[in-house]
């Protein structure tokens, strides 16, 4: 039983997080009232911060922004369901937490509250539950994250070259 869990958790915790992240794009994409009401109380309080725009329509976390990671997160968390793929699933739920992370802090540290659309703080409720599946995602794709942070790793910084003496004399030894 468990080895089964730990075979389909990993799809099935990405089907249900890509699907919420498919889901609220209708809202952010459309320019949905909700979806202006929420950003625009973030970018209220960003300007009582002396960062106004910041959340606006043209701003750096404006709706569009925050939907376009989540499209790019459900897209590498459904695509790195190829079993050859399974760094791009570990890259999707790294984005899918760096968004989640900002939606919780936003939700509890900010005026706009745990109920900003009078739900029952469904929203919220989602954003958590999305954020917690995230970091299990992560904890079970570790060893792909960990190969996938060696790769740029390898990319950024080159592993020198042995000197041309040294490759003759250890092809003459």
Same mark, same amino acid.
């Given at each position: 039983m468990l080895a089964q869990v730990k075979r389909y958790a990993p799809a099935a915790i990405s089907v249900?997080? @890509? #699907?919420?992240? =498919?889901?609220?794009?209708?809202?952010?994409?459309?320019?949905?009232p909700k979806t202006q009401e929420i950003f625009g109380r973030l970018d209220g309080w960003a300007g009582s911060l002396g960062l106004p725009g910041l959340f606006g329509h043209t701003g750096l976390f404006s709706q569009y922004v925050i939907g376009s990671a989540e499209l790019a997160a459900s897209t590498l968390l459904l695509v790195?369901?190829?079993?050859?793929?399974?760094?791009?699933?570990?890259?999707? @739920? #790294?984005?899918? =937490?760096?968004v989640m992370t900002g939606a919780v802090s936003f939700h509890l540290f900010t005026p706009l509250g745990i109920d900003p659309n009078n739900d029952g703080g469904g929203l919220f409720a989602a954003a958590v539950t999305i954020w917690i599946s995230s970091i299990v995602l992560l904890t079970i794709r570790r060893n792909e994250i960990a190969a996938l942070l060696s790769d740029i790793g390898r990319a950024f910084v080159p592993t020198p070259k042995p000197a041309a003496s040294q490759v003759r004399a250890a092809a003459h030894a």
């Open positions: 249900f997080a @890509a #699907a919420v992240f =498919l889901d609220s794009l209708r809202y952010k994409f459309t320019d949905h790195g369901l190829l079993p050859r793929l399974t760094r791009l699933n570990a890259l999707g @739920a #790294a984005i899918g =937490l760096a």
